[in-house]
């Protein structure tokens, strides 16, 4: 069953989050991730528009928790976390037949 990673994010460190968009980008691909949504257009139609929403596919929730604690991403999560602020969050998708 997928599973998605979903991250709100506002960059305050713009130089420092360009390094951080690289090693995320190569590190998700090589764990099976791949990219939904990323940094487009987002509106609220309830509660405060995020700055950033970062919607990621993985082809379960322990690939996606493999992905973030993993070793290609440690780096880019250290950089990420100095260059933003975010909420990130792993919800399991339904049964696809």
């Known amino acids: ?5 979903i991250a709100e994010v506002e960059v305050i ?8 968009k690289t090693i995320a980008e190569e590190s998700i691909a090589a764990h099976g991730g791949r ?3 990323r940094g487009g257009a987002a509106e609220a139609l309830e509660g405060e528009s995020p ?3 970062v919607v990621l596919e993985f082809p379960s929730a322990a690939a996606a928790y493999g992905w973030y604690r993993s070793i290609e991403y440690a ?3 250290k ?3 100095g260059a933003a602020r975010s909420r990130v969050i792993i919800a ?3 049964p696809t037949t």
């Open 1 to 5: 069953m997928p599973a998605y990673l």
């Open 13 to 20: 460190d713009p130089v420092a989050y360009e390094g951080y």
């Open 35 to 37: 990219y939904l949504v």
């Open 51 to 53: 700055k950033r929403l």
């Open 75 to 77: 780096e880019g999560r």
């Open 79 to 81: 950089i990420r976390q």
């Open 92 to 94: 399991e998708g339904v």
